[in-house]
């Protein structure tokens, strides 16, 4: 298995501008998680699906941030208008069970 | 809101030192899980561990999960400069089941360890 395959590994975008991050699971993983990862806050989760539905979405900054699943194969998370302070590594990962979650290399977005 | 802290932050140590990273919170997880991640690259799980009191061994890497599922420990023996990276404990669950899938992270251990 070619593990969790995120796109692209690096984007620069400027400000206002709409960004989208793509995330392929492992197959057979139920549950996908999105995380983000600054130097001040660590790894914090912003959502998560299992059996492609969303189930907490609670960590989501706000509006301009959205992610879909639409299929068990394929996820995105989009931002519009992206904004300097979303400049960070966002995470996509994949699990069976709660029981240790596979991660992908991770996409750096630097918003200018 | 569920917390882990883990301690310390920062750790540089010369190759062949032990040492061990602990991770702490006030509430009870169903299991507590330990990655490490290289810069670029995403974290990697090295191990879970369910039970209260729990030891699990791995290599040179000694994981405990303390009594009450609260707390755990990374002791690493004769680190090496292989050792170094970003180690950080998640909890996942919690005592009534609920957010079954749901890691909570701690902020990270950084170990460099110098040859």
């Known amino acids: 298995d070619a593990g969790v395959i995120q796109s692209p590994r690096h984007e620069v975008t400027e400000m206002g501008q709409e960004v989208t991050l793509r995330c392929k699971p492992i197959?057979?993983?139920?549950?996908l998680f999105w995380y983000r990862q600054t130097m001040m806050r660590g790894l914090e989760l912003l959502i998560y699906?299992?059996?492609?539905?969303?189930?907490?979405d609670s960590g989501m900054p706000e509006d301009r941030f959205s992610a879909k699943m639409p299929n068990a194969s394929f996820s995105t998370l989009k931002i519009q208008p992206s904004e300097p302070r979303d400049s960070a590594v966002y995470f996509c990962?994949?699990?069976?069970?709660?029981?240790?979650?596979?991660f992908g290399s991770g996409t750096r977005l630097t918003v200018v | 809101t569920q917390l882990l802290e883990q301690s310390p932050q920062f750790l540089s140590i010369q190759e062949g030192e032990n040492l061990t990273v602990y991770c702490n919170s006030s509430?009870?997880?169903?299991?507590l899980q330990w990655y490490r991640q290289e810069p670029g690259e995403g974290p990697v799980l090295l191990v879970t561990?369910?039970?209260?009191?729990e030891v699990k061994k791995l290599k040179r890497l000694t994981f405990q999960f303390g009594d009450a599922r609260k707390d755990s420990s990374l002791h690493i023996t004769a680190a090496q400069p292989g050792d170094t990276g970003l180690y950080l404990c998640?909890?996942?669950?919690?005592?009534?089941?609920?957010?079954?899938?749901?890691?909570?992270f701690g902020q990270g251990t950084i170990l460099t360890v110098h040859p």
């Open positions: 990962a994949s699990s069976l069970d709660s029981y240790g979650y596979t």
């Open positions: 197959s057979g993983h139920d549950y």
């Open positions: 699906f299992n059996n492609n539905v969303p189930i907490d």
């Open positions: 509430s009870v997880f169903s299991s």
């Open positions: 561990v369910v039970t209260g009191g």
């Open positions: 998640a909890g996942a669950g919690d005592a009534g089941g609920t957010s079954y899938g749901k890691l909570t």
